[in-house]
């Protein structure tokens, strides 16, 4: 009674239906992939945290914050920028979050970690 397992479907109000159980899984972060969840702001999915939490690196560029301040983030792996499951799904079946190719992920984190070693080694030559 009441217990997760006995539920079939999950209503989705982006597309207002609702969806199985497998589909809504289907539709959850996966270990490896990469989101757009909006123009400045990606994750990629490193695993789960008990098998429930997914975690989530996390690259974010601020660009004209504060008059023009220009910041650069990266969370390594963390639970608590994921995006609570129901939430995340609604927003991948409306087209407000896109599943991104990998690859793309990857240059944008290569590129930022470039850059911060790069600005670390001038830090420390001033």
């Keep these: 009674m009441g217990s997760m397992d006995k539920i079939n479907e999950v209503y989705i109000a982006s597309i207002n239906r609702k969806i199985s159980i497998g589909e ?3 539709k959850c972060y996966k270990v490896g992939h990469a989101y757009q969840i ?4 990606f994750h990629k999915c490193v ?6 939490f997914p975690i989530v690196e996390t690259i974010l560029f601020l660009d004209k914050v504060n008059e023009g301040n220009i910041q650069l983030i990266f969370y390594p792996g963390d639970i608590s920028h994921a995006i609570p499951s129901l939430d995340f799904v609604n927003a991948v079946m409306s087209g407000k979050i896109k599943e991104i190719p990998v690859s793309k992920y990857e240059m944008l984190y290569n590129k930022l970690s470039k850059y911060s070693s790069e600005l670390a080694e001038m830090a420390e030559e001033i």
């Design 24 to 26: 809504f899984k289907n």
């Design 38 to 41: 909006n123009p400045h702001y």
């Design 47 to 52: 695993g789960y945290d008990k098998g429930y």
